[in-house]
């Protein structure tokens, strides 16, 4: 099943980072948060993977272009100029890497994909957000609910820290509550092939368009996860996805590291 990741906006609001890079391209530890998505699809057997670029695309074909060709042994022939790859480390992935355009809005960039996916059921999830979600588990809501799309429905994590107060006195004080007040998109998309039939063009916004037809047609399921979610929208944010990473806690962190 292919899996398309949504890799082309500007990240104005993390702009600190993106003034010179691509917001899938800031890093977590020492990879790009887009590797980090894919390590969670990779998980469940996942594999096939679209890329809509925008912009700065170019940083994103040249990070896997490096990684195709950098990981790993080299062996060099000076003389001949050939370059031979000896055991490679890199990761058992297919990367479609598309231009879909800098102004295309989130529906036009699948719109520009529907030749390569009109034809089967396919994933799409935002390049900017972790979580631990079982894929498995939302591929089996999807199909349960016969329904054209299936949106991921999480809880935003609160903004700041929750206190737990018995009587006068605060009990505990949890610096990073994850559950903030009521569902939000959280991306983690399931889509029949119909989809299509709601992308008109570039100018088509998948939050502000074509999800809402979807929902007032009564063909929008909710898989509501209540584990970890978190985007990266904010040098705040990204700082907090950071902290994780090296304190070791890594939530959304479910493949185990190769031997």
Same mark, same amino acid.
């Given at each position: 099943?292919?899996?398309v990741?949504?890799?082309?906006?500007? /990240? =104005?609001?993390?702009?600190?980072?993106?003034?010179?890079?691509?917001?899938?391209?800031?890093?977590?530890?020492?990879?790009?948060?887009?590797? %980090?998505?894919?390590?969670?699809?990779? #998980?469940?057997?996942?594999?096939?993977?679209?890329?809509?670029?925008?912009?700065?695309?170019?940083?994103?074909?040249?990070?896997?272009?490096?990684?195709?060709?950098?990981?790993?042994?080299?062996?060099?022939?000076? /003389? =001949?100029?050939?370059?031979e790859? #000896?055991?490679? %480390? &890199?990761?058992?992935?297919?990367?479609?890497l598309?231009?879909?355009?800098?102004?295309?809005?989130?529906?036009?960039?699948?719109?520009?994909?529907?030749?390569?996916?009109?034809?089967?059921?396919?994933?799409?999830? $935002?390049?900017?957000?972790? =979580?631990?979600?079982?894929i498995?588990?939302?591929?089996?809501?999807?199909?349960?609910?016969? *329904?054209?799309?299936?949106? +991921?429905?999480? *809880?935003?994590?609160a *903004?700041? /820290?929750?206190?737990?107060?018995?009587?006068?006195?605060? =009990?505990?004080?949890?610096?990073?509550?994850?559950? &903030?007040?009521?569902?939000?998109?959280?991306?983690?998309?399931v889509?029949?092939?119909?989809?299509? @039939? $709601?992308?008109?063009?570039?100018? +088509?916004?998948?939050?502000a @368009?074509?999800?809402?037809?979807l929902?007032?047609?009564?063909?929008?399921?909710?898989?509501?996860?209540?584990?970890?979610?978190?985007?990266?929208?904010?040098?705040?944010?990204?700082?907090?996805l950071?902290?994780?990473?090296?304190?070791?806690?890594?939530?959304?962190?479910?493949?185990?590291?190769?031997?």
């Open positions: 099943m292919n899996v990741i949504l890799a082309g906006g500007l /990240g =104005s609001r993390l702009s600190e980072e993106t003034v010179i890079k691509p917001k899938p391209m800031v890093e977590i530890g020492d990879r790009p948060i887009l590797w %980090h998505i894919m390590k969670i699809y990779t #998980h469940y057997g996942f594999k096939d993977f679209y890329i809509a670029l925008g912009y700065k695309g170019e940083l994103i074909k040249r990070y896997f272009w490096d990684m195709a060709h950098l990981e790993g042994d080299l062996l060099v022939h000076l /003389g =001949s100029g050939a370059v790859n #000896h055991k490679m %480390h &890199g990761e058992d992935w297919h990367v479609h598309v231009d879909t355009g800098v102004e295309t809005q989130t529906g036009g960039r699948l719109k520009r994909l529907a030749a390569s996916l009109k034809k089967d059921i396919f994933m799409v999830t $935002y390049g900017d957000g972790v =979580s631990n979600i079982d498995h588990a939302l591929l089996r809501f999807h199909y349960s609910q016969g *329904r054209l799309a299936t949106v +991921t429905a999480v *809880r935003p994590p *903004r700041f /820290g929750g206190l737990v107060i018995d009587g006068n006195l605060v =009990s505990c004080f949890d610096e990073k509550p994850q559950m &903030g007040e009521g569902w939000i998109n959280g991306g983690f998309f889509f029949e092939p119909g989809i299509f @039939d $709601y992308l008109d063009g570039d100018h +088509t916004n998948l939050e @368009d074509t999800l809402h037809r929902a007032a047609d009564h063909q929008l399921a909710a898989y509501r996860h209540e584990g970890f979610w978190q985007c990266m929208d904010t040098l705040r944010e990204k700082r907090l950071e902290k994780l990473w090296q304190e070791g806690s890594k939530p959304w962190k479910v493949w185990e590291d190769a031997v």
